[in-house]
Nanobody, 124 residues
Framework: QVSLVESGGGLVQAGGSLRLSCAAS????????LGWFRQAPGKEREFVAA????????YYANSVKGRFTISRGNAKNTVYLQMNSLKVEDTAVYYC?????????????????WGQGTQVAVSS
């Protein structure tokens, strides 16, 4: 059974840092892109960052570019999101996702598997 499990969320002050992790299991994800999305209360889920199957290409939403860094582990089934200089508006539930259904990594429809999410709260 395929499973994606996020961890690392929590409460942090504005300007602080958090590192999210996502462990994927149940099949090989070496040919899958891995991504992070987030959903704030009352808002739609939005793209945050993605990394291609090899780890050689990364993609970011403009709102997090320069502050967040996505990477994947050597076994290719783990993805990380280093979040620095956090802002109150980064508060959301963060979801990791895995997919190989296209080339537009910012589109949720490209992802087949999703985690349950981890809460990130940034206080002022």
């Amino acid at each position: 059974q395929v499973s994606l499990v996020e961890s690392g969320g929590g409460l942090v002050q504005a300007g602080g840092s958090l590192r999210l992790s996502c462990a994927a299991s149940g099949r090989t994800f070496r040919t899958y892109a891995l991504g992070w999305f987030r959903q704030a209360p009352g808002k739609e889920r939005e793209f945050v960052a993605a990394i291609n199957w090899s780890g050689g290409s990364t993609y970011y939403a403009n709102s997090v570019k320069g502050r967040f860094t996505i990477s994947r582990g050597n076994a290719k089934n783990t993805v990380y999101l280093q979040m620095n200089s956090l802002k109150v508006e980064d508060t959301a539930v963060y979801y990791c996702a895995a997919g190989n259904g296209g080339l537009d990594y910012s589109k949720a429809v490209m992802y087949t598997y999703w985690g349950q999410g981890t809460q990130v709260a940034v206080s002022s």
